[in-house]
């Protein structure tokens, strides 16, 4: 072969690998065989189809194996930078399709990704996978319902490095971008624009796809055509580049907004003019802490409107303008006061009203919301000389134009009437009210109850607790603790992680042991029926749920045993934390063991009464085997003795805050009669 022709091959196979990002590992299009992809043997099986091009399970298959899902596992992959997995399915009549991600070092399956809409053609999804330094495992889990003609289908997997917004729309499917179809107006894929080679811009030309709108069959004023990137699955900010040409006769209009999955919209650019003579690089700023898709919007006012067309769309975690404010950590305003006020301060210091107190283990007085030996804020009239005051409390500074959400817990005892005894307000930096966000109107009494409120304010601001009391006799003791200030709406959730359980919405997988007699778990809300036993309300916000034993239902000695779901085993150290309850004159043993196959392990135990608050245990431990956590609770010699769970979660170890890592500790003078 000559060199010319060695050189003419080259620039071709350049050209096309530009046109198409390389595939990594992971990728497959399943026309041979399943590229590594193995069915979960404690799951069913997927199957591949005999003439090639998919990967499927449908229920009667399923049916016959006697399971619900079936779950397909990657290869062990090793993403050092930033990856999208797009992925081509089919959903035919009832079912679900869910993306998860294994990581090797954790016990748990993290949900990135899930859908249930069926279709009678192909769909696509794109899920980014953020660069890291350990090997991971993507799960396909396909849930047909049960009933003839009801399948799950993969077509193709591509993994390609860079984000999911990312595109140059050479690929068949546009890397996920979709059209909102409009009678009239709609974006197509072209290819007969050629970008012109501006050197200030250092862009060859280029043949080949792009994304354009034309007005030529637009009937109705506004005619609107939108395009719409996937939806972000992970938070990224930074620079959004793309390529546009615009002609304009007699008006359209061009511009790009976001769109979070509550469809709330925020403005990222229009154009300066009306019309270019070729393509035009634009980069723009965006910040996604949340889910949402990026939208480029076209409208027209006439058939002579012109066109618009994109190309060549990318994203880098660089901001592009230097002037650009980074993105804000409004955790400057969190704090649970264990080691002081953190940023806010009192507005006079000589005759501070919020006292910053520590309550020790006790069964009369209640301690901290964290861990229940930590400290907290309390504003008390038997702190001042005077019989009344009005106490307020700054918070930092927060910049403007965000959504913020604030979350705070408060506790309240002996006020005769509620008003006043606390009031949150937003200041702006002047020192001057803006809004009162929130008051206390009614008060779960004696129980620490959490408080929700977002707001959003065009100039800088800070948070102010106040708390007033006008004379002795009306007023009693406000406290407050764990202020925590993220950006969003608080309506808007992730979901509870499989990491954690609070008991909200069910028992999260968890299960009880009713063999030999074994007494159960009861899951309720509020405060228990026996008195001077068992908590007035939950950890997690002071009126949900909570798992608890009720001794009237149990004899002394008699055990209930709740198992967690099978966790898979992990390389690396987890973190087990959960608060628990144990008040009451005769209450028993709570254990924590570990069941690996038939051999149980206690890692924790705790004996007779600990203290009328909730308090915070966290345990180290390791298994790299498929294990089981018990939490194992006996009765006590007399009816209190209830013993109460809440907020149970796993994180990756060791614990970085090992206030309760003692593994055994109590005493009780009825420990060996409850032993026998």
């Not at 890397?175 to 012109?196: D, H, I, L, M």
């Not at 999260?508 to 074994?518: L, V, W, Y």
């Not at 009765?635 to 593994?663: E, H, Y």
Request: glycine share 8%.
């Amino acid at each position: 072969m000559s060199s010319f022709f060695l050189c003419l091959h080259v620039l071709l196979l350049c050209g096309l690998l530009q046109a198409q990002k390389l595939l990594l590992p992971g990728s497959c299009s399943f026309e041979l065989d399943s590229c590594g992809y193995t069915s979960d043997p404690q799951s069913g099986s997927w199957s591949m189809n005999e003439e090639g091009h998919l990967i499927s399970v449908d229920s009667a298959l399923l049916k016959d194996q006697d399971q619900e899902q079936a779950v397909l596992v990657s290869p062990i992959l090793d993403p050092q930078d930033w990856s999208c997995v797009r992925m081509v399915y089919q959903i035919t009549g009832q079912g679900s399709l869910q993306v998860h991600l294994r990581p090797d070092s954790d016990n748990f399956d993290y949900l990135l990704w899930s859908s249930s809409a069926a279709s009678d053609s192909w769909l696509i999804s794109s899920v980014d996978l953020p660069n890291t330094t350990e090997p991971l495992q993507i799960l396909l889990s396909g849930r047909p319902e049960r009933g003839a003609g009801n399948s799950v289908a993969i077509f193709e997997i591509h993994i390609v490095p860079g984000y999911c917004i990312e595109c140059n729309f050479e690929e068949h499917h546009l890397c996920g971008y979709s059209n909102s179809w409009n009678p009239n107006v709609n974006w197509y894929v072209g290819g007969s624009f050629t970008r012109e080679n501006e050197a200030d811009l250092n862009h060859t030309n280029n043949r080949g796809h792009y994304m354009y709108v034309d007005s030529v069959y637009a009937k109705n004023f506004q005619e609107v055509a939108k395009l719409m990137s996937p939806m972000t699955t992970v938070p990224m900010s930074g620079c959004l580049s793309f390529f546009y040409h615009r002609d304009q006769e007699t008006g359209n209009i061009f511009c790009i907004f976001t769109r979070d999955q509550q469809g709330h919209y925020e403005d990222v650019w229009k154009p300066d003019v009306y019309s270019t003579a070729g393509w035009t690089h634009v980069s723009v700023d965006i910040k996604a802490p949340r889910p949402l898709e990026v939208v480029f919007e076209a409208a027209f006012n006439s058939a002579r409107g012109g066109y618009v067309a994109i190309d060549d769309i990318t994203f880098s975690p660089e901001f592009c303008h230097t002037d650009t404010e980074p993105s804000f950590d409004p955790s400057v305003a969190d704090c649970d006061f264990d080691r002081g006020l953190c940023l806010y301060h009192q507005e006079r210091e000589d005759s501070a009203v919020w006292k910053r107190v520590t309550v020790k283990p006790n069964a009369y007085r209640t301690g901290d919301h964290s861990t229940g030996t930590g400290s907290f804020l309390m504003a008390n009239t038997r702190f001042l000389s005077s019989p009344g005051y009005v106490g307020r409390l700054h918070g930092p500074l927060l910049p403007g134009n965000h959504r913020y959400c604030v979350r705070f817990f408060y506790l309240l005892q002996g006020f005769r009437s509620v008003d006043n005894a606390l009031v949150l307000y937003v200041y702006d930096d002047n020192n001057v009210a803006q809004e009162k966000v929130w008051s206390l109107s009614e008060a779960s009494r004696n129980v620490w109850t959490r408080m929700e409120i977002t707001y959003m304010k065009p100039m800088t601001t800070k948070l102010v607790f106040v708390s007033i009391c006008r004379n002795f006799w009306e007023c009693g003791m406000v406290a407050i603790d764990d202020i925590t200030v993220s950006l969003g709406n608080c309506q808007v959730t992730t979901g509870p992680l499989p990491t954690e359980c609070d008991f909200e919405d069910g028992v999260c997988g968890f299960i009880q042991d009713k063999s030999e007699d074994k007494a159960v778990w009861l899951r309720v809300r509020g405060h228990t029926p026996t008195s001077y036993t068992g908590p007035k309300g939950d950890h997690t916000t002071g009126v949900g749920h909570f798992l608890y034993i009720e001794a009237s239902l149990m004899r002394p000695g008699h055990k209930a045993l709740l198992l967690s779901p099978y966790l898979r085993g992990a390389s690396s150290p987890q973190c087990l934390i959960f608060f628990f309850h144990m008040y009451g004159s005769g209450t028993g043993i709570l254990s924590v063991l570990l069941r690996d196959g038939s051999r149980d392990t206690l890692l924790w135990r705790r004996r007779g009464e600990q203290s009328v608050s909730w308090m915070r245990a966290m345990i180290d431990y390791h298994c790299d085997v498929r294990h089981q956590i018990i939490f194992e609770a006996i009765r006590g010699p007399t009816l209190r003795s209830d013993i109460a769970l809440d907020d149970i979660s796993f994180k990756r170890g060791p614990c970085t805050d090992p206030t309760d890592v003692t593994p055994f500790s109590g005493s009780s003078e009825y420990f060996n009669e409850i032993e026998n």
